[in-house]
């Protein structure tokens, strides 16, 4: 069986006080194991942000207990999170690529955070990434010259070059047309599934979905049906 | 250095240099701030130059001034002779000398207007002024109504320069209230002083020259010149001089001398403190633009930066970043404003002929105060950072 990503059990959480309180998860039970390419789907207001926000250790929840990456998040300062979250990769609606900066460069800028990083080996690891992208040989160029769908490419290596444990993915398609969205979530379903680790994509996108293990979804803040794909 | 230093130095000098164009405006107003400053400094040494000029020039070991001296300025109050005779008979003494200030005017023959002056006064067989031209000419003085003229007096004394270079004389008619009665200073020799802020040009003449014009009672003396035998304690003597002279006049070693010149400019005068004001204000205009360039970079950065910390960084990095920028900021405005600095100070050298310049600790200070510009705006714009939240990043 493969190992624990994510652990989640009894988990709640909300915004606000008083009368103006909103509850946007209620008692979630989740486990996630590495390998798995999980599709987590729901209307808007449904919870489905809230939950990746806490499985990419970006908040703690009020209620219940998230254990991640082996780690039990209560009690976590911020520089613990900030530790946590240097194993988990983030793949984000838009890409937000420092524009300042060379394609090589934004891939590089992902593993100088990590404990013990080395330029040269960094350097070679994010040469290496670009490539499995489909980006060999386009380092040098500045982001502002690839198309839509290339900026992603590179947000999805920048999220994997650090072979993280578990990548989180936010509409990662909501800003491309359907056939590149398409192509760049199966290149992170493949490139997950080379690596190991587990991806949770929160989606719209009803054409990506025969590309993922398991699909949760969500409404008002509970988890209401969970699939696994065929 | 480690990689996620290195990281933040090379993104905030790309980032720079990205947003050069964008923050062009800005950039050039740190370059002016700068250059604001470096051009109060080079004023501020003029002023403190130009006053120090003749208490350097003086030929003194030890000087003697009135109880109620305050600085060599126009006319200082008196001290009697005799207190600089009884001084004549110390030990130590190897002689003393009197110089006579005065203020005062005189006509110009083309604008038919006054010129203030300053009218020095001494013994022209004394050695009281170390200006080698000073001791060539000063025999000339002898004869009566005779004067040196300071040729880098202000450009209202360029017609008289110009006679005395064509005639090897030049009239210079004092200016009296009673007019009839006012009388005519013949130029025979220049030398170099130069102007101050106060005065546009300096005559030295006999003290029997400046007695016959103005009236001035030779025993009363603006500024008492001991000089010391060799080996003789100048501390020692002016302790033993002050206790002989005590009530009579003020005794100043030269180095007490000239620290309480300046001192009296600095702190005494409204004019250091205006100066003092001027360059703090230069670095308040200088934060505000440095601030208003990393402001801009923050503000256009903010989803990036969010990206970065959902990796791992820590907000010290962005910190970090904007703190080299500041810094880049600074060094990279300095060279233009230093350019600029010189090239104001020595246009405004030439019109004033004001000794307007910058020294290498001058333009050492007015970087570590770009430097401090650059940290106190980083500062405020590392506050901006808290804008950048990982959290807006989610659809």
């Known amino acids: 069986m493969s190992r624990a990503v994510a652990a989640l059990r009894g988990v709640g959480h909300g915004f606000g006080s008083g009368p103006r309180r909103r509850t946007v998860l209620r008692g979630i039970d989740l486990d996630l194991r590495a390998g798995e390419f999980v599709a987590l789907t729901g209307p808007s207001g449904s919870g489905k942000t809230t939950l990746l926000t806490l499985l990419g250790a970006l908040r703690v929840p009020e209620a219940g207990r998230v254990c991640l990456l082996g ?65 060999g040989g386009r380092g040098a160029e500045p982001t502002a010259r690839l198309s839509g769908g290339e900026q992603q490419r590179v947000a999805v290596a920048r999220a994997l070059v650090r072979r993280p444990a578990l990548v989180l993915a936010d509409e990662p398609t909501a800003s491309l047309d359907g056939g590149t969205g398409r192509a760049v979530v199966a290149l992170l379903a493949d490139l997950a599934r080379s690596q190991g680790c587990a991806v949770v994509m929160g989606t719209h996108d009803e054409r990506c979905l025969d590309l993922v293990t398991r699909r949760l979804h969500m409404e008002d803040g509970m988890l209401r049906q969970t699939e696994q794909a065929a | 250095m480690r990689p996620a230093l290195r990281f933040a130095a090379l993104l905030a000098f790309r980032q720079l240099r990205h947003r050069a164009l964008a923050s062009g405006a800005a950039l050039a107003g740190v370059a002016v701030a700068v250059m604001l400053m470096l051009v109060q400094v080079a004023f501020r040494n003029g002023l403190y130059d130009s006053a120090l000029a003749l208490p350097r020039a003086l030929a003194a070991d030890i000087v003697l001034v009135s109880p109620g001296y305050r600085a060599l300025t126009f006319s200082p109050p008196w001290l009697p002779r005799a207190a600089l005779r009884d001084a004549a008979g110390m030990p130590g003494v190897a002689e003393t000398a009197a110089l006579y200030a005065y203020s005062g005017q005189v006509r110009s023959r083309e604008t038919g207007g006054n010129l203030s002056v300053w009218l020095l006064g001494l013994d022209p067989a004394s050695r009281v002024l170390d200006l080698p031209e000073v001791a060539a000419a000063q025999r000339l003085l002898s004869v009566p109504d005779s004067a040196l003229l300071d040729r880098l007096s202000r450009q209202e004394f360029r017609a008289v320069l110009a006679r005395f270079a064509a005639e090897g004389l030049a009239r210079l008619p004092l200016y009296t209230p009673a007019a009839d009665l006012a009388p005519v200073l013949q130029v025979r020799g220049l030398f170099a002083l130069g102007p101050s802020f106060t005065i546009d040009g300096t005559l030295l003449v006999s003290d029997l020259t400046l007695h016959a014009a103005l009236g001035v009672p030779l025993d009363r003396v ?35 001398f000239l620290a309480e010149e300046r001192g009296f400019y600095a702190r ?74 010189l090239l104001v100070t020595r246009v405004a050298a030439t019109a004033t002929r004001l000794p307007l310049g910058l020294h290498g600790a001058d333009m050492a200070a007015v970087l570590a105060l770009s430097l401090g510009m650059a940290a106190a705006a980083a500062g405020l714009a590392a506050l901006r950072l808290r804008r950048a939240d990982p959290l807006e990043l989610f659809a």
């Open chain 1, 71 to 135: 780690q039990d998040m209560a009690g976590l300062d911020a520089a613990g999170l900030a530790a946590l979250r240097r194993r988990i990769g983030f793949v984000f609606q838009r890409h937000h690529l420092l524009r300042s900066l060379s394609v090589l460069e934004n891939v590089e800028a992902a593993l100088h955070a990590l404990p013990g990083a080395e330029p040269r080996r960094d350097r070679a690891a994010a040469l290496a990434m670009l490539e499995a992208v489909g980006l």
């Open chain 2, 222 to 256: 603006s500024i008492g010149l001991v000089r010391l035998r060799p080996g003789a304690d100048a501390g020692l003597v002016a302790a033993a001089l002050a206790a002989r002279v005590e009530g009579r006049a003020r005794v100043l070693t030269r180095d007490a």
């Open chain 2, 268 to 341: 005494r005068t409204p004019i250091g403190l205006i100066f003092n004001t001027g360059l703090l204000v230069g670095v308040a205009v200088g934060v505000v633009f440095i601030l208003q360039v990393l402001n801009g970079l923050v503000d256009a950065n903010l989803p990036e930066y969010a990206v970065l910390l959902a990796q791992g960084y820590r907000p010290a990095f962005l910190a970090a970043v904007v703190a080299q920028a500041a810094v880049a900021v600074a060094l990279l405005t300095y060279p233009l404003a230093l350019g600029l600095a």
